[in-house]
């Protein structure tokens, strides 16, 4: 079984659309993240939630937005979207208990036409 | 703020060659370190971590040693193969501040049969 899944795994998409990248973990951790990797495989993060919380925000465009259900998913929106996004997007997961022992999803590779 | 810095790749060896990355650290407070692995065309992989001082992670023949004199934490492999191809981040995560990973650039690996 898959522990963190995201869905879906490529995506091409014309600029000024909106889209949404879905993630779900299934190991009963309490804090999710989305990560952005560029074309020069450079990994930062974007944003992260705890219990539904959100923790952390980095300096990302307001046309990202992260939505979380509830404490196993964690889903990324984003609107109008521009010929800079396309990257990969990575979802993860952690618990409280063991904060340094951190899944990450296949990741979603998000081409923008 | 927290960085991390890798030497630059791609790193092209020969199988059987003795593999270091180097991979050097600034952090507020006292992190815990970790190099993870992408292959080709797939998600991020935990290689192996450290969460203290002069602890040695080790996994498939990679190990790595947390330096915290140097602020260092060097990956090796006595005897690359060609399957060890991909490419490999150090990153770093605190209790204090951001709590995410804090990820290098990424150091390409390029093994030749």
């Known amino acids: 079984d898959t522990a963190v899944s995201q869905t879906p795994k490529y995506l091409v998409t014309q600029m000024g659309n909106d889209k949404s990248i879905k993630c779900e973990q299934n190991?009963?951790?309490?804090?999710m993240y989305w990560y952005k990797q560029d074309s020069k495989k450079f990994l930062k993060i974007m944003f992260s939630y705890n219990n539904k919380e959100l923790i952390i925000n980095e300096t990302v465009p307001n046309r990202f937005s992260p939505k979380s259900p509830d404490k196993a998913h964690l889903n990324l929106h984003i609107n109008s979207l521009e010929l800079g996004d396309s990257a990969v997007y990575f979802c993860?997961?952690?618990?409280?208990?063991?904060?340094?022992?951190?899944?990450f999803g296949e990741g979603s590779w998000l081409t923008v036409v | 703020g927290d960085s991390v810095t890798q030497m630059e790749g791609p790193v092209t060896l020969s199988e059987e060659a003795f593999l270091t990355i180097n991979c050097t650290y600034t952090a507020t407070g006292y992190p815990s370190l970790f190099w993870y692995v992408q292959y080709p065309g797939e998600g991020l992989q935990l290689l192996l971590k450290a969460t203290k001082a002069d602890d040695k992670g080790s996994n498939k023949g990679f190990e790595a040693t947390y330096r915290k004199e140097t602020t260092s934490f060097h990956l090796e492999k006595g005897s690359v193969q060609v399957s060890d191809s991909a490419v490999y981040f150090c990153a770093l995560r605190t209790d204090t501040g951001r709590r995410a990973l804090t990820f290098g650039s990424g150091t390409r690996l390029q093994v030749q049969p």
């Open positions: 190991l009963g951790h309490d804090t």
């Open positions: 993860a997961s952690s618990h409280r208990r063991d904060r340094n022992t951190i899944y």
